[in-house]
């Protein structure tokens, strides 16, 4: 897919005042710091799109661009952020359940997961929510610059396995890495492909 136009529209903390759901929305979510703003912006090919920092919990409002005129992309806050109060913890799960449930063009989560760990409890249990509410999700295991491939791949086995435990189906995965531009293609291809499948049927949206 060609990224022709990106452009900043709102940030929210009410899914109420999200911009209209008449278009396919795409939605990048992960743990604090993992990259989800790094990602975003190597994917429109616009550098300072969404705000990147070397300091975790950056984002915190649900953030929407439109892409190409056609489709949503959204930067969600981060979770896990040890530094973060219990009061704020909870208004962040407040406000993502409440996003997951009641955004009606919502078509997939993005679940970005750092490809320099092991499985880690705080993605995994996010990855059970999201199954347990019936919402559809791809992975993304991102720095994949920062380790051999084949310690991503090490990774990447390891999630799969940990997931097969439970999912009798396994997620799409991709393996990106923002700096070196990897799996850019996989990914824009990956929404063109969906974005075509709903235009064809609009009642699977
Ligand atoms: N080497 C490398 N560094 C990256 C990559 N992606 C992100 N980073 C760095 O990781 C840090 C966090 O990146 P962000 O894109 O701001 O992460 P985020 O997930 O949006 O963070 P929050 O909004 O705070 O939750 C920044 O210092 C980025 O430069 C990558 O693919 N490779
Ligand atoms: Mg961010």
Known sequence: MLIRSAKFLTSNTRVDQCPVPDKPEYAFIGRSNVGKSSLINMLTGHKGLAKTSAQ????????????????YLVDLPG???????????????????????????????????DSRHEPLAPDLAFIDMLGTMGVPFVLVFTKADKQSALRTQQNVAAYTAKLSETWDELPRQFITSASEKTGRDEVLSFIEEVNQQLAQNPDNA
């Open 79 to 113: 979770y896990g952020y040890a530094k973060v109060s219990k009061d704020s913890r909870a208004a962040w799960e407040r406000m993502i359940r409440f996003y997951l449930r009641e955004r009606p063009n919502l078509t997939c989560v993005f679940v970005l997961i």
């Open 56 to 71: 975790p919990g950056k984002t915190q409002l649900i953030n929407h661009f439109l892409i190409n005129d056609y489709w």
